[in-house]
């Protein structure tokens, strides 16, 4: 009797997540880093087809470089409701550049976001690195900061420090959809994913994603019915 009352209490503890209305259930932001071509050819397609929006963070001195997306793959990607961001103009490590530098590569890197005509809601930290003074100057133009740490979120969220969850090759859709499980059972407000290229074949690097893995994820966030949102939509609404 004691064991069927402890498979009971087991099966609706881990049942409950599952029950949370579209309301309670956290927001999912996807982030796309460095601006590789291979987010335009084989990413977006599959995250038209879902409807989703991504968020693009492209240092701006490589928009238009061989291998890297185009002005008008972005602007095409912000037509379908994708955001871009700041990420430095030549993907500098801001800690290791005098502050002097640190302040120009984000000014340029504004400037550069403004002048093509590209959204500059928030900015993610070039191999998510910073300290204080070089998030006060961020700040100046960015007033969402994303670094590259994984952050648990609840409201208020600090803006000055998100972070993500940087999908790796040997993740596969449990331990993607794991992160999400946790981010249930803990009540986050918001969880954020972030993507650097993809492949249709085996993948060769640690950050280079297989396509079946991808489109398996975006499939079950789907069948989950989590909202998918840019990152300044997901901060507008857990204001
Ligand atoms: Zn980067």
């Not at 007033?143 to 952050?151: D, F, H, L, M, V």
């Not at 954020?192 to 060769?204: C, D, K, L, R, Y």
Request: proline share 4%; glycine share 4%.
């Amino acid at each position: 009797m004691k064991y069927i009352f402890f498979l009971f209490f087991f099966f609706s503890a881990c049942s409950f997540p599952e029950e949370k209305t579209e309301n309670q259930l956290p927001l999912i932001v996807l982030c796309f880093d460095d601006g590789n071509h291979t987010i335009y050819d084989l990413a977006l397609p599959v995250m038209k087809s879902f409807n989703y929006p991504g968020v693009n963070y492209i240092p701006t001195g490589l928009i238009d470089h061989p291998g890297s997306l185009s002005l008008a793959q972005c602007r095409e990607m912000e037509n379908l409701d994708w955001e871009t961001g700041g990420h430095t103009v030549s993907h500098a490590n801001l800690t290791t550049i005098t502050l002097d530098s640190a302040r120009s590569e984000v000014r340029r890197n504004y400037d550069d976001l403004v002048r093509m005509g590209l959204l500059h809601h928030s900015f993610a930290l070039p191999a998510g690195h910073a300290n204080d003074e070089v998030i006060s100057i961020i700040k100046d133009w960015f007033p969402i900061i994303r670094t590259s740490q994984n952050y648990r979120y609840q409201i208020p969220l600090n803006l000055d420090r998100l972070g993500y969850f940087q999908v790796q090759n040997n993740d596969d859709v449990n331990s993607l959809m794991l992160r999400v499980s946790h981010g249930i059972l803990e009540n986050e407000c918001l969880i954020i994913f972030g993507f650097h290229s993809f492949t249709e074949a085996q993948s060769t690097f640690l950050t280079e994603i297989n396509m079946t893995v991808f489109s398996e994820f975006l499939n079950r966030l789907k069948q989950k019915k989590l909202r998918v949102v840019t990152l300044s939509e997901a901060v507008d609404r857990l204001k």
